[in-house]
């Protein structure tokens, strides 16, 4: 499934498909109904030690990019994670949603690099691990 990227103050379209917000806080000014969102996914958003770390140190992207990872391997990113993996796939398209104003650098691209396999997902995070947990679902119905 393709995966795109877009500020969620950008008009909404048919094109989008699925549209999911990764970020931790709903973005200012912007109604719910405005917005258009089928999914928030806050705990994929880094931690607001981290991005306030990035905004302080923008040029640092390769080490926000590496720090990113380290928290999506966490606990509680693991089921958002999941969600994002498993997606309902009834949409031709998936848009990942960010309020960032720099488009090329921020969380949402490193999470599209996943989607599209241009990185290593965090440990037991990946296609492979979502494979094996409906593997495993499907045995336990079976019994």
Do not use: C
């Not at 917000?21 to 928030?40: E, M, T």
């Not at 009834?90 to 599209?116: G, P, Q």
């Not at 979502?130 to 079976?142: F, G, N, P, T």
Request: overall charge positive; aromatic content about 8%.
């Amino acid at each position: 499934m393709p995966v795109s990227l877009k500020r969620i103050y950008a008009p909404a379209s048919r094109s989008d498909g699925a549209r999911i917000l990764v970020d931790r806080l709903w973005p200012r000014g912007l109604s719910k109904q405005r917005a258009s969102v089928d999914r928030w996914l806050r705990d994929l958003a880094p931690s607001r030690e981290l991005r306030e770390w990035f905004h302080a140190h923008p040029g640092l992207w390769s080490d926000f990019r590496r720090q990113y990872l380290k928290e999506l391997a966490r606990p509680d990113a693991e089921q958002d994670l999941r969600t994002l993996y498993t997606f309902p796939h009834h949409k031709k398209r998936l848009t990942l949603l960010f309020a960032a104003k720099d488009e090329r650098h921020n969380n949402a691209v490193v999470l599209k690099e996943l989607l599209d396999g241009m990185r290593k997902p965090p440990t037991g995070t990946g296609p492979g691990a979502i494979r094996a947990i409906r593997k495993q679902d499907a045995a336990m119905r079976r019994r």
